[in-house]
């Protein structure tokens, strides 16, 4: 499975934004980018996921190096609850099932002072 | 209701002791994963199912084995408990297709004395 690394740790103030970078740079062509989050005490839940083109949810914005080497998780206004940990995971996306896990690393620790 | 529940929340038990994890969910999805975390790690896969008839390995499946009774039912059995086996363990389900977003359940958190 390809790699990805992500800082330990970052810190933001509530209400700013907060940029989680991640790089990939042996991304395959059939590799999503998938974000996870989680919270304290409880398990990972689904933030968003792309492949090429920038992409928006409720929870927030994922951008995209052109090259897709590296990517960035953007938390538009930052809020106490968005403090967690941050996972970013490539996924391979293929149509035998077996490819389709993901493999978490050590994520992102975001810490949000009020 | 929640979507993914496990059972027990909190367990301890003793080394040699043979445990079952348990894991139902209600979102009709075919794939149930298991995962564990350890302290101020990430996740990684111990089993993962993608139908009742399947089950494969994940990346460190020693000492643990899986029952997949139904398709809304997936449990994970310690056959004799041992002290590096303490962990956080996370049920997980998804669908199909390209997100393939995994729902996750509360965790059981095993003490092994």
């Known amino acids: 499975d390809a790699k990805t690394t992500q800082p330990n740790s970052m810190e933001s103030n509530e209400e700013e934004p907060v940029h989680l970078p991640c790089n990939h740079s042996t991304i395959s062509g059939t590799d999503y980018i998938h974000w996870y989050r989680q919270l304290p005490s409880q398990g990972p839940e689904y933030v968003i996921h792309g492949l090429t083109s920038n992409v928006n949810n409720r929870m927030a914005s994922l951008a995209i190096a052109e090259d897709r080497k590296s990517s960035t998780l953007i938390l538009h206004r930052a809020t106490l609850r968005d403090a967690a940990v941050y996972y970013c995971i490539l996924r391979a996306y293929v149509l035998k099932a077996a490819g389709n896990k993901l493999t978490f690393g050590g994520g992102t620790r975001v810490l949000v002072k009020p | 209701d929640a979507d993914v529940t496990q059972t027990p929340r909190n367990r301890i038990t003793k080394t040699g002791k043979r445990i079952m994890l348990e894991c139902s969910q209600t979102k009709g999805h075919d794939r149930m994963y298991w995962y564990r975390q350890d302290p101020g790690l990430g996740l990684r896969l111990i089993y993962y199912s993608f139908d009742v008839k399947d089950i494969n390995k994940g990346e460190i499946s020693d000492g643990y084995s899986v029952s997949r009774q139904a398709q809304a039912k997936f449990s994970l059995s310690l056959e004799s408990a041992i002290p590096n086996q303490t962990a956080l363990y996370f049920c997980?389900?998804?669908?199909?297709?390209?997100?393939?977003?995994?729902?996750f359940g509360p965790g059981t958190r095993l003490t092994v004395l």
């Open positions: 997980a389900t998804s669908g199909a297709g390209e997100a393939n977003t995994q729902y």
